[in-house]
């Protein structure tokens, strides 16, 4: 194999890496479906989703205070139960996607629900293409119509 070959080989790898578009398993439970639980007088619940952020063809990881909730593609949520306090959810980008993680301090009472949207676009200024994301809370009516049409259940990690 010439060096020409193998350097075609090497930039279709690339390209195949990067390209492509991470969702949800079509076979993963609706908001509808999911068993998502209720606040109580001791926790809240926290539901996160993507509905869509660039670059697609990454997942991000989700963590609360550090621990790893869950790898989140396009069109997915998951949630977990959050005690009262200050609580950090963060969003990390894999390496290759280049892009900034995200923070939101989440100032926790108890027996609420609390939904949090990471979202995106994809900008072109002056020929240059980048993206923005934002994290944001949101409040539960619109959260919840969201992900209706959206988004499917992404189990949280233990």
């Known amino acids: ?25 079509a076979d993963a439970p609706g908001f509808a479906e999911a068993d998502i639980a209720e606040p109580n007088e ?19 990881t989700t963590k ?8 989140l593609p396009n ?6 139960r959050m005690d009262p306090g200050e609580q950090t959810l963060t969003i990390e980008w894999p390496f290759l996607a280049m892009q900034p993680d995200r923070k939101q301090v989440l100032k926790v009472a ?7 949207e990471f979202r995106g676009n994809f900008n072109v200024l002056l020929g240059v293409g980048y993206s923005v994301q934002n994290l944001g809370e949101i409040n539960r009516d ?5 992900l209706r049409e959206c988004c499917r259940y992404v ?3 233990p």
């Open 110 to 116: 108890p027996g609420k629900y609390y939904f949090v």
């Open 42 to 60: 001791q926790s809240s619940v926290l539901v996160v989703y993507r509905k869509y952020a660039p670059p697609m063809a990454y997942s991000v």
């Open 64 to 71: 609360l205070n550090g621990k790893v909730l869950a790898d």
């Open 155 to 157: 189990r949280s990690h």
């Open 75 to 80: 069109g997915a949520f998951t949630w977990t």
């Open 1 to 25: 194999m010439g060096p020409k070959l193998r350097k075609l080989k090497g930039v279709c790898a690339l390209a195949m890496m990067v390209s492509g578009c991470a969702m949800a398993p």
């Open 142 to 146: 619109r959260a919840v119509a969201e």
